[in-house]
């Protein structure tokens, strides 16, 4: 049995997926959060955050407060991450490392192609007269593949488009200039400055995009 189908027996439980993408999507989330979005009890949903705390999918934390108490808050840990979209990481990188070795800086070379083949893509969906229409849509386009993308107006002019998985990290961890490539096309995309940034605590990794106009 693969480690992903072990996985998903552990978790084969009433409500479990829907705590740990709601998990996922919040970067923390408490007991009563959760309750009032899934409709269920607070003491049923504590329930199973206790359960998978045991069992090492989530882990607490306690978020300061402007009046009173820390809040206890839920996050995934590591042990989550196969639950959620990859690639073929090994046989990815392994084509890469070749291509290298055929010719100097071919692996990013082909990156980039991909990187502007999926501007490309994107660009027919990606539309809109202003550029939060514009990001919206693609925040909804990176969410059906997979990055848990939420595109959201801080400023009067200014949008930021925040991520909660990366299926091609593990290519961002081996070649850092895809970052570079990344918020390239979304400036592409989107006709705007993007300033990239990320923050990793526990099992979770927030990608952030600071859009403003040029």
Known sequence: MTPYLKIL????????FDILELVKCSGGISVGDLAEALGMSYMGVKKHCLAMQKLGWLDTWRSPQEVGRPQKLYRLTAKAAPLFPGIGDGVCLSLLEVAGQLETNAAEKILLAFFRGKAERLSEVVTGDSVQERGEKLAAARTA???YSRCQLVEEEALRIEEYHNPLQPLFDRYPTLERM?????ERLLGARVARSVTQVSGLARYRFDISPR
């Not at 027996?9 to 479990?16: F, G, N, T, V, Y």
């Not at 990344?182 to 979304?186: D, G, I, P, R, S």
């Open 145 to 147: 593949e997979g990055h």
């Open 182 to 186: 990344e918020a390239q096309m979304f």
């Open 9 to 16: 027996r552990r978790l084969s439980k009433p409500h479990w």
